[in-house]
């Protein structure tokens, strides 16, 4: 007791007295970090369990995507346009790697491509927001060679899965490339678009339609992925061990109205040359081939297409991309002067045996507008002038008329709006009004430019289809048909899902009188002495057609000495047999010259075509079903 009274802390010691306080502060700060941290603990066990559980799972599990093999494309006949094939594709997961700089410089020496590329997809993958535990494609269609090197070096390849996929495949190449389209890779904006019910189907990094058929039957031709759960080491190389494996679901198949006998004859015919040919049914708007020249191979796009080659194809100032048949525009030319004698006939303008004089031109005020005849055709009449593309004659019929009420008649006939074929980014055309000019422009009309627009010139463009489709109307009876380039859709086991059966959109604003006096006149185009068809006649065969020459510029000097860029497009339209029509072609030569001679002789050929493979079909012998 002594010896405590002896050392006894003195209570009111001023120094005593601070020490304790500092001792209960670190005494609270230490209690609240030991209370934060066994809170915690609660926390993560009690209401994060199942996640933490879940990544601890991740950590020796992995889900590969199984890709659904996509759709075939068919012609009429069963055959393949585009099909898939086997590709082995190299994957990387970044989150199973330690060395990310030392695998991708290994993986860039078997591929023989920089590290430097291989890392910027993996920076790609991250913009896009791909999570690094998900597969990231390095390359599609690794060949045998570089995949037996990876696999011989798989132990230094963590993170790396080579993985068999269907892999985009069209067997003919740059064939009808703008009508069956190409496939590129979906990104996170475009699977905002799709909404919360298709994305599930797509992830990111999927090839999707971006074009042509591809792009508009997306949603038959895409199947539904599979996936297996494969066990991984701690160094992310996959065990031969599945846990779960779902089969994926194959597409529906697309079945084309296309001949490919047609339209690769098409195609070998038109080698070399700019422009556009479609064949089609008048009678139901079947397309029985369409083609867009220069082409690309879209191939290119099924595997890793790359910058440079998308710059060169983006940049191409021929546009190989674009597709002319249904998004080129230009002036129709004496093609359109079938409707500025419909408005005519229909109006009461013109009489048709009623002879006008042709003396070369036509004067407005103080200009001439000029026939393409310099010397002019003499007195003619309706007949002869679309025979023999007679400009003044128009010019006299469309002064008459005025551009409003020619604009009325040619947007009956289908110009100036959507046909509504089965393809994406058709363009309208354009027909113009006075009141169109002053919106536009801020200028009026003036009655030189309705004399210009009367012989398909001026302001006036068409594409291609519309004016195919204009002409299968007059060789069907005044019926504008939807032109139709999808048959049905059916499953891999031959089972219809859906039909696509023709429909019209339209009839003429012509009588059944008018129309059989044009038939009678297009035939003429081709069969009569001085029509500028000429070209286009086949023996045996009645065919009825007309010539188009549109000039790109007004133009004083013609022929060689003007540049290539600069020459008018050669246009011809054409049908037969004139009485039931079967098909009928179109053909537009870009910067070709005259239709009579660029363009009309391409179409004769196509029409001979057509019926020789129709001949061949009917003598091939029917399998009797009977024993």
Request: proline share 6%.
């Amino acid at each position: 007791m002594a010896w405590f009274r002896q050392h006894e802390l003195v209570p009111h010691d001023p120094e005593d007295k601070e020490l304790k306080l500092r001792f209960n502060v670190a005494f609270g700060i230490v209690a609240t970090i030991f209370a934060v941290l066994i809170f915690r603990l609660w926390y993560l066990q009690l209401f994060q369990g199942a996640k933490f559980r879940e990544f601890s799972q991740e950590n020796h599990l992995r889900t590969i995507v199984i890709p659904a093999p996509r759709g075939m494309i068919l012609d009429r006949k069963g055959r393949i346009l585009a099909d898939n094939r086997p590709s082995f594709d190299l994957y990387i997961i970044p989150e199973d790697i330690d060395d990310q700089r030392e695998v991708l410089r290994r993986i860039g020496k078997i591929l023989k491509v920089r590290p430097q590329e291989l890392e910027n997809k993996l920076k790609e993958a991250e913009a896009k927001g791909i999570p690094p535990f998900k597969q990231v494609k390095l390359r599609s269609g690794i060949s045998w060679e570089e995949l037996a090197k990876i696999e011989a070096n798989r132990i230094d390849l963590p993170g790396i899965i080579v993985q068999v996929g269907p892999q985009r495949y069209y067997p003919y190449g740059t064939l009808a490339s703008h009508l069956i389209g190409y496939l590129a890779e979906i990104d996170r904006e475009e699977l905002k678009r799709l909404g919360k019910e298709r994305f599930r189907r797509y992830r990111l990094g999927d090839l999707i339609g971006r074009y042509g058929i591809e792009e508009k039957i997306e949603a038959y031709l895409k199947g539904e992925d599979g996936g297996k759960t494969i066990q991984v080491d701690a160094l992310g190389r996959a065990l031969p061990v599945i846990l779960n494996e779902v089969e994926p679901t194959p597409a529906d198949n697309v079945v084309l109205n296309v001949d490919l006998d047609l339209q690769t004859y098409i195609e070998r015919i038109f080698a070399g040359k700019l422009g556009s040919v479609i064949a089609m049914n008048p009678q139901n708007g079947e397309v029985l081939a369409m083609m867009s020249n220069p082409s690309f191979d879209p191939g290119l796009f099924a595997g890793d297409v790359s910058k440079q080659e998308w710059e060169r194809l983006k940049n191409d100032p021929l546009d190989p991309l674009e597709n002319k048949s249904i998004r080129g525009q230009y002036p129709p030319g004496s093609i359109y002067k079938l409707i500025t004698a419909t408005a005519g006939l229909e109006e009461g303008v013109i009489i048709p045996g009623e002879k006008l004089v042709c003396k070369g031109s036509y004067r407005l005020g103080r200009r001439r507008y000029g026939c393409w005849k310099r010397w002019g055709h003499g007195p003619i009449d309706l007949y002869q002038a679309l025979v023999q593309s007679c400009d003044v004659y128009f010019y006299r019929v469309g002064r008459q008329l005025g551009i409003d009420k020619l604009a009325e008649y040619a947007r009956g006939f289908g110009l100036g709006g959507l046909t509504g074929i089965d393809l994406s980014n058709e363009k309208n055309g354009l027909i113009p009004t006075s009141s169109w000019k002053l919106k536009t422009t801020g200028e009026e009309w003036i009655e030189g430019e309705t004399l210009s627009a009367a012989i398909g010139q001026s302001f006036t463009l068409a594409t291609p289809i519309q004016l195919l489709n204009a002409y299968c109307a007059v060789a069907n009876g005044g019926k504008l048909m939807l032109p139709r380039v999808v048959q049905r859709i059916e499953t891999v086991e031959g089972e219809i899902v859906k039909q696509f059966p023709p429909r019209q959109i339209g009839v003429l604003p012509a009588s059944p009188s008018t129309l059989d006096f044009l038939k009678n006149a297009l035939a003429g185009v081709v069969n009569a002495p001085r029509g500028t068809g000429r070209a286009a006649r086949i023996k045996g065969i009645a065919v009825a057609g007309k010539t188009g020459t549109a000039q790109v510029i007004s133009q004083k000097v013609r022929g060689k000495e003007i540049p290539l860029e600069l020459r008018d497009h050669a246009w011809f339209v054409v049908f037969s047999p004139v009485e039931e029509p079967e098909i009928a072609v179109i053909v537009l030569a870009e910067h070709g010259g005259h239709g009579g001679t660029a363009a009309a002789p391409i179409a004769r050929k196509v029409i001979q075509k057509y019926f020789e493979i129709k001949a061949e079909e009917d003598a091939e012998p029917q399998i009797s079903s009977k024993l």
